[in-house]
Nanobody, 117 residues
């Protein structure tokens, strides 16, 4: 079973930036669409960014223009990134990476992002 490990979260002030990473324990190049999800307290998990074939990207309106998703294909592993700029308090959530459109991989532990002054 592939494992997804998210990292890079933290506590930042509004307007600051963070870069999240998601490392897969093995190559998942056969999964053509990957995405970043987030779940805020008391809310459902939502998809905020996706990348298709490592090139085409799509963003939720709430993060468009502020977040950038990218993907590195390695020989034995894959890494997904989420560059988050101009962070807002409403971006506070646990962030996860996972497949989009196909069945989910086992969920990782996520990485906590807290935006607060």
């Amino acid at each position: 079973q592939v494992q997804l490990v998210e990292s890079g979260g933290g506590l930042v002030q509004p307007g600051q930036s963070l870069r999240l990473s998601c490392a897969a324990s093995r190559s998942i190049s056969n999964i053509y669409v990957m995405g970043w999800y987030r779940q805020a307290p008391g809310k459902e998990r939502e998809l905020v960014a996706e990348i298709r074939h490592g090139i085409r990207t799509h963003y939720a309106d709430s993060v468009k223009g502020r977040f950038t998703i990218s993907r590195d294909y390695g020989k034995d592993t894959d890494t997904l990134y989420l560059q988050m700029n101009s962070l807002k308090p409403e971006d506070t959530a646990v962030y996860y990476c996972n497949a989009v459109e196909t069945g989910f991989l086992p969920w990782g532990q996520g990485t906590q992002v807290t935006v607060s002054s």
